[in-house]
Nanobody, 127 residues
Framework: QLVQSGGGFVQPGGSLTLHCAAS????????IGWFRQVPGKEREGIATTRSDDDSTYYADSVKGRFTISRDSIQHTVKLQMTKLKPEDTADYYCAFVENYHSDYVETYLADSVYDYWGRGTQVTVST
């Protein structure tokens, strides 16, 4: 399972950190990442990391502002969000997939790739 924490309300320009703790998996080779969704819109993959080489991938919308990091011992991942904008307001979801390999890195942020999902946490950026 994936247990999320963090989120909440922040003013534009502020920062928030989301946490996700994974349990019950084999943790051999996996990807764990973050997605977000605004009601009425498609879910957007924003950041993910691979356990085999610690590579990270970001959507252009968050690149340079958000940082994903993984603790390989605790099996947790966090998303540090800085310079938040009103358009970052969404429900944020942690997601996990085991043994995914592809030559097409753009698939790493596709929600169809992931098998397990957290329950979501709301982030609101507003004055």
């Amino acid at each position: 399972q994936l247990v999320q924490s963090g989120g909440g309300f922040v003013q534009p320009g502020g920062s928030l950190t989301l946490h996700c703790a994974a349990s019950g998996f084999v943790f051999d080779q996996y990807m764990i990442g973050w997605f977000r969704q605004v009601p009425g819109k498609e879910r957007e993959g924003i950041a993910t990391t691979r356990s085999d080489d610690d590579s990270t991938y970001y959507a252009d919308s968050v690149k340079g502002r958000f940082t994903i990091s993984r603790d390989s011992i605790q099996h947790t991942v966090k998303l540090q969000m800085t310079k938040l904008k009103p358009e970052d307001t969404a429900d944020y979801y942690c997601a996990f997939v085991e043994n995914y390999h592809s030559d097409y890195v753009e698939t790493y942020l596709a929600d169809s790739v992931y098998d397990y999902w957290g329950r979501g946490t709301q982030v609101t950026v507003s004055t």
